[in-house]
């Protein structure tokens, strides 16, 4: 653990101690959000055929295309198998001149736009619950900040408070947290994510977007918020920068700045997410009552006979 050694008085390397901690995937909150929200799990699993049908125009060009260009009997499964290998063969291996070479540019970069369009709706903007479930995770960073913020007014001494709080996950929880601080949006898609709009799909090529999956949940693919303390500042003491695979990138919150003072923060980005409750979003039916059963029609002629006072529906006619 090279992170914390020299850093700490922990044996001949000088580690310093860190705690770890590790949640239920059934149970966790922070992290596994969509596992325990059933709400997104049934959204999710009745967008197969919506996204069937909107792929379905493109993958047919492409497959008559191949039949057309090798003469050979392609189907959509072969089709579909094959951009699966160019993936696999390009992103594992770096190799671009075998199942990627089936296929020109311009098919490439729709196949790619149908991935993105999947994630963006089963996992990204396409549908608010994607991310508001994520709230839970984006008030436990805030929170963490305001405790660091105050361990530092309150001069407590180095090393007696956390200094960082890593967390590990996958791309069902970084697109969510990403899509929170308002990243990889187009143009004026903020102010309407703010007004609770939708928003429209990410631009088919050959224009331009910038909801990529390869951009916004690559293979490690992180957000990073770090907090600093500018004391000399006249407009703030603290300021977050939000990094997106080690790279600063702009908040459409901020004024499209990756350095934005701390409270201007809190209100433009994090305050208009967590009006949302996750119970709610998740268990819908959680608080609904449960229907009172309907007595018999023989406990009803009981109730009358042996109880007349006691009756919950004395002017109920009992058939026999």
């Known amino acids: 653990m090279g992170l914390f050694s020299g850093k700490g008085n922990l044996g001949p390397g000088r580690h310093r101690a860190f705690a770890v901690t590790s949640e239920n995937r059934a149970s966790d909150l922070i992290l596994r959000f969509f596992e325990c929200c059933q709400t997104y799990k049934d959204f999710r699993k009745s967008q197969g055929p919506a996204l069937d049908k909107l792929k379905e125009p493109i993958l047919s060009e492409i497959t008559s295309a191949l039949v057309k260009r090798y003469e050979l009997n392609f189907t959509r499964q072969d089709m579909s198998s094959l951009w699966f290998l160019c993936k696999q063969e390009s992103s ?4 671009t001149d075998q199942a990627c070479s089936l296929f020109s540019p311009s098919e490439v970069a729709l196949l790619e736009w149908t991935d993105d369009l999947e994630v ?11 991310y508001r479930m994520g709230v839970p995770l984006l008030r436990d960073v805030v929170q963490s900040m305001e405790q660091a913020i ?22 069902e929880t970084v697109v969510p947290f990403s ?60 300021f977050v920068q939000v990094l997106h695979n080690e790279h600063p990138i702009p908040m459409p919150g901020c004024d499209g700045s990756d350095f934005c003072p701390f409270e201007v923060f809190k209100e433009k980005i994090v305050h208009p997410h967590l009006k949302h409750d996750y119970n709610t979003l998740c268990n819908v039916n959680l608080d609904q009552p449960k229907q009172k059963p309907q007595p018999s029609k023989l406990s009803q002629l009981f109730r009358w006979l042996f109880w007349p006072g006691t009756d919950d529906t004395p002017s109920h006619r009992v058939d026999l």
């Open 150 to 171: 105050k361990a530092k007014e309150d001069n407590q001494a180095l090393g007696s408070y956390e200094k960082a709080r890593l967390r590990f996950a996958h791309a």
């Open 179 to 238: 899509c929170l601080l308002g990243l990889f949006l187009e143009g004026s898609d903020f102010q309407r994510i703010q007004k609770e709009e939708p928003l429209d799909f990410p631009p088919k090529p050959p224009k331009k977007r910038n909801w990529r999956g390869s951009t916004v949940a690559p293979f490690a693919g992180n957000n990073m918020l770090v907090l600093y303390s500018c004391p000399a500042n006249s407009s703030s003491n603290y």
């Open 120 to 130: 963006f709706i089963v996992k990204g903007y396409g549908k608010s619950l994607n």
């Open 92 to 95: 594992l291996l770096d190799i």
